[in-house]
């Protein structure tokens, strides 16, 4: 996996900053180490960029004092703190760290000071949900059934990672249960549970012979596979959203973040991007929350969301290397580091990482989906077809679905179908009308499909969001291969889209 592409000046001003970022450098200082002239290191720092070393350094310093508050500041004045991470000027330090992290330095420590160090430990374990598998009830001749069942369910889950297998008294969700026959027949019944209320999560029963107890523990340990993931997920993001957010811990701060961070929507992927700083700031250790980070930075670069496409681009990768160092084999993050390498234009890594992530879990929707869209952006239409067929079989409420749909009508505008893919991509986009964007896609098949008014309307509706958006612009958001992305064009300029320029 590449890091982010800078310019070799840039690079060592950058890694000057960071070893000592208190010290007050000049410019012409800079430029002497770093081999350039200060108009070219200038330069360099806003085509990398979008900044200027000045404007590096301060970003550089406030996130020293904000770790420093968050982790050993509990009894050092911010004005201390401030000081040694080199701010002077105290006045305008505080309204630079309120701009940038929308609360007071005071605000910080005091939230430091209430939640103790327990929180950072709690933040640095909690990455999975807690499961106790009680033992099955056994009624009438089936204990030994009950026996070899339970002991499946456990093994499954232990295999696939998604959850923590704990102690009753210790776990969050219960999965209880009851085996009982009539002498010819057995039936398992499940059912999942939130262990403090008591609140019905979810049920199944399932039916076989007495003969063919491996069949019943087969289908058992699918039925819990496809389901128990994300019902859990589900459960754990409800409970987060109560929670005063100034009490969350890291893992907690991730589960509230998620839905903002797959809706594939600019406002929505800027509050997830807050709950997601403050979990890396909780703890720096936990791949998760920098894969998401990872991801709504590269989204924002590849959906237009942004007026600096090639700074996101260089923080998502920047995150998503980080987060694969520290990843432990969790599927769910395995999965949103593969689309944040997908989206930052490193098919390779995103292939790699998404054929581990469905070795763990091979139930995953999100991961057939995230395999689907690989091969999509490729030009290989009928495996990324399957795999978008499997992710909605696997998943068919689940709230991604939409942009199954889209990957569908992907397939059908490789192929040619243009007037297909013009209904799948109104599908999805009915589905999910948050995601506007897929009306530069949605535009050139009802163009090539002939239907020039429908086309028009669509690129309407796309540029009202989305003003300034090129052709250009377009071509270098996905990595669709050029045959695709020429297609694209055609049909963008044809129903009245500016075709703009590349850079250089």
Known sequence: MTGPRVPLDVGRVLELFEADPACAYRIDDLAKTAGVSPRTLQKHFRSALGTTPRAALREIRLKRVRKALLHDGANTAVTDIALRCGFTHLGRFAADYRARYGETPSATQRRHRHLGPAAHAIASTAERPTLAVLDLEAIGETGRLARSLHEELVTSLARAQSVALMAPERARYHLSG???????????????????????????????????????????????????????????????????????????????????????????????????????????????????AAWCHAQRAAHHFTAAPAQELAQARTLTERAARLDRGDALTLTVISGACTL??????????????????????????????????????????????????????????????????????????????????????????????SNRFRAAALMHAGRKDEARASLGMLMRAFPDLTVSEVRRGLPFNAAYLDRVAEGLESAGMPVGSWPG
């Open 178 to 292: 009851a085996v009982r026959s009539d002498g010819s027949r057995a039936r398992l019944t499940l059912r999942l549970l939130e262990a403090r209320t008591g609140r019905l999560l979810w049920a199944d029963c399932q039916d076989g012979a007495l003969g063919d107890a491996f069949g019943l523990e087969e289908r058992a340990a699918a039925a819990i596979a496809r389901v128990l993931e994300p019902t859990i997920r589900a459960a754990e993001i409800a409970r987060a959203q109560v929670i005063d957010v100034e009490r969350l811990n890291a893992y907690e701060l991730t589960m509230r973040a998620l839905p903002g961070a797959m809706d594939l929507e600019p406002a929505a992927d800027a509050a997830a991007l807050e709950l997601l700083n403050r979990a890396m700031e909780l703890a720096p250790d936990y791949a998760r929350p920098i894969a998401l």
């Open 344 to 437: 930052s234009h490193d098919l390779e890594m995103a292939e790699a990482l998404i054929e581990r992530a469905l070795a763990l879990d091979s139930t995953s929707p999100w991961a057939w989906a995230r395999s689907g869209w690989i091969h999509s952006y490729r030009g290989e239409a009928e495996e990324a077809r399957e795999r978008f067929q499997i992710a909605l079989e696997l998943g068919p409420g689940d709230p991604m679905a939409f942009l199954n749909h889209i990957g569908l009508a992907s397939t059908c505008f490789h192929q040619g179908r243009y007037a297909e893919a013009a209904r799948w991509f109104t599908r999805g986009l009915a589905e999910h009308p948050k995601a506007v964007w």
